[in-house]
């Protein structure tokens, strides 16, 4: 998967202590900052979305990282580049719908350029002040695995969209509109006091579970009918390939003691090993992630 391959050659060429999770955590300046890029054709379609919705998910798509750290979101700063197909009607909504997802955290800046399509890229910047913040290494034997939400709507939701369907609507929104996982967040961070993993299910459920079991040298066992998701996706003949490997729900996914998983819906334990293994009609799969990046979306084909 090259995107990977790419990540691990820059973190070499950088020696940077700064790069391996969704997010850097500046620790001296108490802040936590990520950076994401949509690419029209690439992430999004403007047959499928609206300048609004676009400008929603790509506010939650930096918040979620955010919220992945553990740490408070309080500002962005956003690059847009616009082809001369758009308009003022566009670069208007999509800043409504920036807005209307940021809600209290604050758009600050950026800057805007020509293109041949539509780029987007968002710099997200977190507080850290009376929060842990998590890193996917951080993963420890006997933790339990916790899950905000359910999984596997939003790439039902691209799946419909891409086949010209537009019902049921409720995998369509969860698509082009997620929501991040603010308070799922905030608890943990607040109240945790040993150190934990936790990520964002961007790129689906298997994959941040695959990235935190690799990262923090452990095996995470998952009981596959544990996963929350909504049963309308069993008129998928795959629906758990989508629970797994849908990808941009937006979930968060942690590694957590007993006394905080309480709290939240357990789906696993972190055990000795290596991968993932997830347990389904009592039978035990394992796999490795090599396995499970096999399955995922890949930006470079």
Not at 18 to 41: F, H, M, P, R, W
Not at 96 to 123: C, M, N, W, Y
């Amino acid at each position: 998967m090259k995107e990977k391959e790419f990540i691990n050659i820059i973190k070499s060429s950088l020696k940077s202590n700064y790069i391996g999770d969704d997010c850097a955590y500046l620790k001296d300046t108490g802040i936590v900052i990520s950076q994401d890029n949509l690419v029209e054709n690439v992430h999004f379609s403007l047959d499928f979305t609206t300048p609004y919705k676009l400008g929603w998910k790509s506010a939650m798509v930096n918040i979620s990282d955010i919220c992945a750290s553990g740490a408070e979101p309080i500002c962005f700063t956003v690059g847009l580049s616009l082809p001369s197909y758009t308009d003022e009607d566009f670069v208007k909504e999509f800043y409504h719908g920036l807005k209307d997802a940021a809600k209290d955290i604050e758009i600050v800046g950026g800057d805007i350029t020509g293109a041949d399509k539509i780029f987007i890229s968002i710099a997200a910047i977190g507080k850290t002040a009376g929060r842990k913040i998590s890193s996917r290494k951080n993963a420890k034997i006997g933790q339990k695995i916790i899950v905000s939400g359910e999984h596997g709507s939003s790439g039902a939701g691209l799946r419909l969209l891409q086949n010209g369907k537009n019902y049921p609507e409720k995998f369509i929104t969860a698509h082009l509109m997620p929501e991040a996982q603010i308070e799922f967040s905030r608890y943990i961070a607040e109240n945790i006091k040993e150190d934990y993993a936790m990520m964002d299910t961007s790129d689906g459920l298997a994959d941040a579970l695959s990235q935190i079991a690799c990262s923090s040298g452990v095996n995470l066992e998952i009981d596959f009918d544990k996963v929350p998701y909504d049963v309308d996706l069993k008129m998928f003949a795959d629906f758990e390939d989508l629970i797994l490997y849908g990808g941009e729900d937006y979930q968060l996914v942690a590694c957590v003691p007993e006394d905080i998983a309480g709290k939240f819906t357990v789906i696993g334990t972190v055990k000795q090993g290596s991968g993932i293994t997830i347990i389904k009609n009592s039978q035990k799969f394992n796999f490795s992630i090599h396995q499970i990046e096999k399955k995922l979306f890949n930006h470079f084909k």
